[in-house]
């Protein structure tokens, strides 16, 4: 029963190695060369703006709209396995999607007539 899992942690270890190889390389083949441009917070090519102690407050429109992308995103990813097994579910399995879709935009239309996708 383990030896199914021996694929999945030889691939974990890959990518942590890969991971731990990137990071030492970087910090050792890269250029050393430091000055003030480098050290500040890249914003776009924005000059920084002067923020509060403790930092500032960001918009809540940014979190809405990061989380209706995972909201939406989460969801579509529900249609792949419907898509490889659509043959084995059947009727069922077409009336079921299609009420999972009506649901999404449902929700889609709400956030739309909301104005939760304006961005001012």
């Known amino acids: 029963m383990l030896s199914l899992y021996v694929p999945i942690m030889v691939l974990a270890a890959l990518a942590a190695v890969f991971a731990v190889f990137s990071l030492v390389m970087g910090a050792v083949a890269g250029p050393k060369r430091w000055n003030r441009a480098k050290l500040q917070a890249y914003e776009s090519g924005i000059e920084p703006t002067p923020q509060a102690r403790g930092g500032g407050r960001f918009p809540l429109k940014y979190y809405l709209t990061a989380m209706l ?12 396995p419907w898509a490889v097994t659509f043959g084995a579910l059947g009727v069922f399995g077409l009336i079921e999607m299609v009420l999972f879709i009506a649901a999404v935009l449902v929700a889609y239309a709400y956030v739309w007539r909301r104005g939760g996708l304006e961005w001012d």
């Open 69 to 80: 992308f995972i909201l939406f995103d989460i969801e579509i990813i529900f249609l792949y």
